[in-house]
């Protein structure tokens, strides 16, 4: 089992882009995790569903955040993905001689970042929690009631330079397969999937989602009252292309 548990978007006003993101979705107070201080960020992070939104902003000079908004701009940082297995996982990317950024092992999760210039294209973490339907990252959460809790984000877009050559390696290292499918290279995951497409000239990054909301007419008329470009049911959200399908 793998699938998508987190996404990260690295933005520079973090409290006027919580308060957006909000009232887009209709979502509880963020959890602010004071030990992301090591990384020289802050952060909320926001329960979609059992799923997690997190918006980090650089707090000091010279960290990974800061020469992510640099190079690309506000858009997507980092995607979690959940396992079942952390040691299976952790042997194979190993022997792949994949690097790791950081890992911890704490008695509720397990956690590597893996190098992103090992696998291309993005900052992946591979984390297993304890038990299963827990999330330490998002602190003490709860699924929102009614449809709100069964809101998903059900697929993540990587602009790479090389689609066929990036989605083969990231399916190599997390142990999937990767298949083509209408003119894009993808790999299914568990209630979910990775699409590769061509690099639009910002650099290689995380640059869209799809989303499952409960309620679709509203996210969109937020949206626009927010200023956001929406063209159908697809819209701009900090620096990203996010497509949005009623749950």
């Known amino acids: 089992m793998l699938r998508i548990r987190q996404i990260v978007f690295v933005v520079r006003d973090l409290a006027t882009t919580s308060r957006h993101l909000a009232e887009l979705l209709a979502l509880d107070p963020p959890f602010r ?3 992301v201080a090591e990384f020289g960020i802050d952060n909320a992070v926001y329960a979609f569903g059992d799923q997690f939104i997190e918006l980090i902003s650089p707090i000091k000079d010279g960290t990974a955040a800061g020469r ?3 190079r690309r701009g506000e858009g997507g940082y980092m995607l979690i993905l959940q396992t079942d297995d ?3 996982d952790r042997a194979r990317i190993r022997a792949l001689d994949v690097r790791t950024v950081w ?4 008695p509720d999760i397990r956690a590597m970042h893996l190098h992103p210039k090992d696998i291309g294209g993005a900052i992946v973490s591979i984390d297993q929690p304890v038990p299963a339907a827990s999330w330490r990252w998002g602190g003490a959460w709860r699924r929102q009631e009614g449809r709100r809790g069964d809101q998903r984000v059900v697929a993540v877009t990587v602009e790479v330079t090389r689609p066929r050559e990036r989605a083969q390696r990231w399916a190599q290292v997390l142990g999937l397969d990767a298949m083509p499918a209408e003119g894009e290279e993808r790999i299914g995951l568990t209630q979910g ?3 590769f497409v061509p690099d639009r000239g910002r650099g290689e990054g995380l640059a869209g989602w799809t989303w499952q909301v409960a309620d679709l007419a509203s996210v969109r008329r937020v949206a626009r009252d927010q200023g956001l470009a929406v063209e159908g049911d697809r819209v701009v959200l900090f620096g990203a292309d996010v497509t949005l399908m009623q749950h």
């Open 86 to 88: 952390f040691g299976r």
């Open 193 to 195: 999937s990775i699409g």
């Open 103 to 106: 890992e911890k092992e704490l």
């Open 33 to 35: 995790d004071p030990g």
């Open 68 to 70: 992510h908004l640099e």
